[in-house]
């Protein structure tokens, strides 16, 4: 099992790879612009460049599908 972080999670693709990676067994962290509702997401402001590198640890890959 992996744990993959999307940015883009909410959009139409997002949402599709989020519900296959979960059925393939994978943990799912979506990267979120607005405050973290659980510990499911991580916050970032990519128009700052603010992300806490530390909320990455753990993650085994990263998927960038923001504004797809």
Known sequence: MKTIAIAGASG???VA???SLVQKGHSVKRL???G?????E????????DLDPNRL????AIVNLAGV
């Not at 973290?36 to 499911?40: I, K, L, N, P, V």
């Not at 991580?42 to 460049?49: A, E």
């Open 17 to 19: 790879l989020e519900k």
């Open 12 to 14: 139409t693709i997002g």
């Open 36 to 40: 973290e509702f659980d510990d499911s």
């Open 57 to 60: 640890v753990g993650i085994d």
């Open 32 to 34: 979120v612009r607005r």
């Open 42 to 49: 991580i916050f970032w402001d990519p128009r700052n460049n």
